[in-house]
């Protein structure tokens, strides 16, 4: 089965996606690429445009609700790694199916993660 969230990608044009800024390239080699954020306060950074009447993260590539990737998938940050899609190992994620909704995706259901055994990969 397809993982839903290649095909979705809405939660990273809905809702702002801030970290603490250690999490950026320039403090953590490796980390979320500081050319791709901008500063919230002293002790958070936020992707660059999801700090915005209209989000969309600068690292979402494709069109949302029909084929989407992200662009530093690896290097993404916690509050991105930690997003789980809705019903994900059985846990109801209200804010998944606010951001499909939002996009005009109906919510996901239990059904979709019948096969996966592990978290999907958005990349």
Not at 10 to 39: H, K, M, N
Not at 62 to 91: K, M, N
Request: net charge negative.
């Amino acid at each position: 089965m397809p993982n839903p969230c290649l095909n979705c990608g809405a939660c990273c044009a809905f809702f702002r996606a801030s970290f603490y800024w250690a999490e950026a390239d320039d403090a953590t080699p490796g980390g979320v690429p500081i050319e791709l954020t901008e500063q919230v306060n002293d002790l958070h950074r936020a992707m660059r445009g999801t700090n915005q009447v209209a989000p969309r993260c600068v690292a979402l590539q494709g069109v949302v609700g029909v084929s989407v990737h992200c662009s530093i998938y690896e290097q993404r940050s916690s509050t991105c790694s930690d997003f789980a899609p809705s019903w994900f190992e059985g846990v109801h994620n209200e804010r998944c199916d606010q951001a499909r909704v939002a996009h005009g995706m109906a919510p996901l259901t239990p059904e979709i993660w019948d096969a996966p055994e592990e978290m999907p990969r958005v990349a």
